[in-house]
């Protein structure tokens, strides 16, 4: 086990005897292969400058314990002493919360000096009047640590507080974005608090410092990915069946509800609908099941080792397939077989992001999403997911429709009533021939063909082209347009 990095800070003249004894204390009584003390008179005389030096050995401690006494200290060009400067860069760097400050009992502080001390309130502080009690203070705070680090590390990532988090970070969007999905009155910035702790119950104490657990933090953080560098989703539609050539991607690291409505709407992008008109009504189909493939990023999501740190999820689009990868393997004694089975599916990861996902209603009980995206497939005429574990990676494959296959439109479904939606016979007769035959028309051959005015014609085509239907084309060298099928999508 690496050692926890102390970082002791004080006026050089005034507490010399007190850091000196402070890194004794630390390393020889308190755990010689637990902490790493840095003091002033540690400093190598190597040439590089005092503040380089002192200023690099805070950025990378893991724990600051400062000392404020009688003297200042020099005022520097920034208008803050070393001692302050050191403090200021910890907790701009580290997490603050493991900031220690101890302020000298029955002292008379200039105006600096009281700044200062206002500062370390904002930390946990305690005062002291002699060495003796001043160790004493420092072998509490430090026991407190490492109580704190066990408590941290015996629970799950999702319920672990985030150390550089506070209630700042929470977005009031993305909170009142959760809550109309639960047809909760949505709320105003000063009950963020309230909502944090007593709703959700995403909020702790760290050191009598308020902190987000790290659900809260995906879930309703602007940026989540500042705080957990892991937390993204790779999305990618390549040419063929392999990754040689990408024609479209994208890093995307919103927190989780926008982030499954960005993902969801690149793969509706970046895959096919296929579409017949039957009688007044328009048969969609989709080239896959977007609901799911949604299922499939929700267990992505849900159900990934966040642990793993150096490794995203990601939602690849070949011709033939979708593969969604999650990384970490499956929790024993789950396995491959099992999880066909929702009575024996049983082990989960992230409890808390799971208890969210069903607070707005994208995930039912345990184990279910696994049997869901199964049916669903089948209902739409597609095998079933294929799920593989691989050097832990967990694998989703969705295989999607052949789109030269008549098979598709066998599938049932109602579709949309076209002439409800506003269109005349005209223009369904119109689209139906677009649709289903592949023909193009003008302006004056659709008039000739539905024996009306060129100023009908065109006002029919344009209200087809402009709600979305189909497209209009200006072929090379020509100034005649014509209305067909939208070409993205005979591209894809």
């Known amino acids: 086990m690496s050692k926890y990095k102390v970082f002791v800070s004080g006026n050089q003249k005034e507490f010399e005897n007190e850091r000196i004894a402070i890194k004794k204390f630390i390393e020889s009584e308190l755990g010689p292969d637990i902490f790493k003390v840095f003091i002033f008179e540690d400093a190598p005389a190597d040439g590089f400058s005092p503040n380089q030096i002192y200023l690099g050995e805070v950025k990378n401690s893991d724990i600051f314990i400062g000392l404020i006494g009688n003297v200042y200290g020099n005022i520097h060009k920034d208008g803050i002493s070393a001692s302050e400067k050191e403090f200021d860069t910890f907790r701009e760097t580290n997490n603050s919360a493991n900031t220690y400050m101890f302020i000298l009992d029955n002292i008379n502080p200039d105006d600096n000096t009281k700044k200062f001390i206002?500062?370390?309130?904002?930390?946990?502080?305690?005062?002291?009047?002699?060495?003796?009690?001043?160790?004493?203070?420092?072998?509490?705070?430090?026991?407190?640590?490492?109580?704190?680090?066990?408590?941290?590390?015996?629970?799950?990532?999702?319920?672990?507080?985030?150390?550089?988090?506070?209630?700042?970070?929470?977005?009031?969007?993305?909170?009142?974005?959760?809550?109309?999905?639960?047809?909760?009155?949505?709320?105003?910035?000063?009950?963020?608090?309230?909502?944090?702790?007593?709703?959700?119950?995403?909020?702790?104490?760290?050191?009598?410092?308020?902190?987000?657990?790290?659900?809260?933090?995906?879930?309703?953080?602007?940026?989540?990915?500042?705080?957990?560098?892991?937390?993204?989703?790779?999305?990618?539609?390549?040419?063929?069946?392999?990754?040689?050539?990408?024609?479209?991607?994208?890093?995307?690291?919103?927190?989780?509800?926008?982030?499954?409505?960005?993902?969801?709407?690149?793969?509706?992008?970046?895959?096919?609908?296929?579409?017949?008109?039957?009688?007044?009504?328009?048969?969609?189909?989709?080239?896959?099941?977007?609901?799911?493939?949604?299922?499939?990023?929700?267990?992505?999501?849900?159900?990934?080792?966040?642990?793993?740190?150096?490794?995203?999820i990601s939602v690849f689009i070949f011709k033939d397939r979708i593969e969604i990868t999650s990384p970490g393997n499956l929790i024993p004694p789950v396995t491959l077989k099992s999880i066909q089975n929702v009575k024996n599916y049983y082990s989960h990861r992230n409890e808390k992001i799971c208890e969210l996902f069903r607070r707005v209603k994208l995930m039912e009980q345990y184990g279910t999403g696994i049997s869901k995206m199964n049916s669903i497939m089948e209902k739409n005429g597609l095998e079933k997911p294929e799920f593989i574990e691989d050097e832990h990676l967990f694998k989703i494959i969705f295989r999607g429709h052949d789109p030269n296959s008549a098979e598709i439109f066998e599938i049932k479904n109602e579709g949309t009533n076209l002439k409800e939606l506003g269109l005349n016979e005209r223009q369904i007769n119109a689209l139906t021939l677009i649709i289903n035959n592949n023909e193009f028309f003008s302006t004056k051959t659709y008039s000739e063909r539905f024996n009306v005015s060129i100023r009908t014609a065109r006002r029919d085509l344009n209200k087809l082209s402009e709600e979305g239907y189909i497209s209009k084309y200006y072929p090379q060298n020509k100034k005649i347009g014509f209305f067909g099928k939208h070409q993205d999508d005979e591209n894809k």
């Open 118 to 312: 206002n500062k370390a309130h904002k930390v946990t502080y305690k005062k002291f009047n002699n060495l003796d009690t001043l160790l004493k203070e420092i072998k509490n705070s430090l026991s407190n640590f490492l109580l704190n680090i066990k408590k941290q590390n015996d629970i799950e990532f999702d319920e672990k507080l985030n150390m550089d988090s506070n209630i700042e970070d929470i977005s009031l969007k993305e909170i009142n974005n959760f809550l109309k999905r639960t047809s909760h009155e949505i709320i105003k910035k000063e009950d963020i608090r309230n909502f944090l702790e007593n709703n959700t119950k995403v909020l702790g104490e760290y050191n009598n410092q308020t902190k987000i657990m790290n659900a809260g933090i995906l879930f309703f953080a602007d940026n989540p990915s500042e705080f957990i560098s892991q937390h993204e989703i790779k999305v990618a539609r390549f040419q063929g069946t392999d990754k040689v050539n990408i024609i479209d991607n994208e890093d995307m690291k919103y927190p989780i509800l926008k982030l499954i409505a960005e993902v969801e709407k690149f793969v509706k992008k970046q895959t096919n609908t296929y579409q017949r008109i039957e009688g007044f009504n328009r048969i969609d189909i989709t080239q896959y099941p977007m609901e799911a493939i949604r299922e499939g990023i929700i267990n992505a999501i849900a159900h990934r080792n966040y642990e793993i740190k150096h490794s995203s």
